[in-house]
Structures are given as C-alpha cells and as structure tokens.
C-alpha cells in the first residue's frame, strides 16, 4: 500500500474550481441573468436588472460576481455598460445544466426587442463604420469564415487570415490603406440596436469605403441611416451565402 500523502488541496484544484463556479451560479437572481444572456445579445445593467427582478444596485453586485468568474465579460462603450457570456464555451455549459434541469433557456425569459428605428435598425454609420443589422452579420460572416482571427495577445483586436486578405482583396478592398493607418486595424465594436459586435478599426472604415464605391450603400442627408442599395442587397447576400 503507497503511503505517500497527498498533496495539499487549493484553488487549483478542478473540484475547488468547479465549486466556485458553481457558487457563481447557485443564485436564482444571478442564474436569470446567464439564461437571459444566451440570446446572445448584450445587455446594459438595467435591462438585466428587470429581467432578474431585482434592484439595480443589487445587479450590479450580481453582475461583478459573474465577471470575476469569468462567465460574464462586460464592455464599456461610450456612457454603456454591455454585459453578455464570457464565451461560446459557457453558453454550452449553462444549456448543458438546463438539460439536466429538465427546462429550455427560453422559458419565462424576456426576449430582445430593439427600440431603434427601422432604418437605423437595419444599418447605419457608427462613426467611421458601418453598423446595424447588415454589418453584424458581416462581421459574424468573416468570423465563421476564418477570414478574421482573434489575436493572442489581445482579445479585442483582430488580424486577417491569408484566406481573408485574399477574399477581401478580390472584393476591392485596399488592404494596404487599412494597415497604413496610425489606428486600431480591426476590432469588435458592440451594436447598441442588435446588442452583438460589427466590425470597427481601420477595416470596418474601408469596409464601409468599398460598399460606399461599389454603391452598395447610400447615405441619408439627415442622419446616420445607410440605406442598402437593390445592387447592395443582392451583393451582400451573395457574400453571405444566401443568395
């Protein structure tokens, strides 16, 4: 018999750490703010806080558990705080757990309803780049592709694959413009309408340059609105594989 003793238990352990994840979760409030989230579309403080129904202070207590376990990340756009999962990989978990909970995600939950206009909804100019509906399906469009790459080093910025500088090039996209420039190259820019990421940087703006040049998109005179030209349409479902 090996009387060797074991070595002492600590926060390393998987048993200690799936404890405490589970003690993150193990909070009724807490665990209708992670159902609320597998939407996959952000939400400010308040929004969950009427969703949990609870006070806003107290969500916010809520919340700094569930990011400093590392299951909600939280961004800050301008005066907004976005929360929303902390990855793909604790969405699985959570619908994992609702299995064996005998539930669906959806049950009882408030679902996501934008307040912006149609026509700011659908795109719009966000700063230098477009937004909205068309180019949050671009930008989750390059992702699946593998044309974009997180890079390693820092989770908000991206690179482009060889793959995606070749199908961006062959678009007319001037790729050599985008990286001259003394800014960001590519990054996630949360949508406030759809509450999932588009495209921001450098290559957000030439993106938008190009859609501008090929009249795929036209600008309002009186606000931010982008409306998606007939040719534009056609060509960005094309892109997408819808058409």
């Not at 997180?150 to 678009?171: C, H, M, P």
């Not at 938008?208 to 609105?225: M, P, T, Y």
């Not at 998606?228 to 349409?233: A, H, L, N, S, V």
């Amino acid at each position: 018999m090996d009387d060797t003793p074991l070595p002492p238990r600590g926060a390393g352990f998987a048993d200690q750490a799936l404890a405490a994840l589970a003690q993150a979760m193990g909070e009724p409030a807490r665990a209708r703010i992670l159902c609320c989230l597998l939407d996959g579309h952000a939400r400010t403080a308040t929004e969950l806080a009427a969703a949990a129904e609870i006070a806003a202070s107290t969500a916010s207590a809520h919340l700094s558990r569930l990011v400093a376990a590392g299951l909600l990340c939280c961004e800050v756009q301008g005066r907004h705080r976005y929360h929303s999962l902390a990855g793909g990989e604790v969405g699985a978990a959570l619908e994992a757990l609702l299995v064996l909970a005998g539930r669906q995600h959806s049950e009882a939950l408030p679902r996501f309803e934008p307040s912006t206009p149609p026509e700011l909804r659908e795109a719009r100019r966000c700063y230098d780049h477009m937004a909205g509906e068309w180019a949050v399906r671009w930008h989750e469009h390059l992702l699946q592709q593998g044309w974009l790459i997180v890079q390693a080093e820092d989770a908000r910025s991206y690179q482009l694959s060889l793959a995606g500088q070749d199908a961006l090039a062959a678009l007319g996209l001037d790729l050599g413009a985008a990286l001259r420039q003394r800014r960001r190259f590519a990054c996630p820019c949360m949508d406030w309408s759809v509450r999932r990421p588009h495209l921001g940087g450098a290559l957000g703006a030439a993106w938008l340059a190009l859609l501008e040049r090929k009249a795929w998109v036209e600008g309002a005179l009186d606000s931010r609105a982008l409306r998606i030209t007939p040719r534009g349409r056609a060509g960005l479902r094309r892109l997408l594989g819808e058409a």
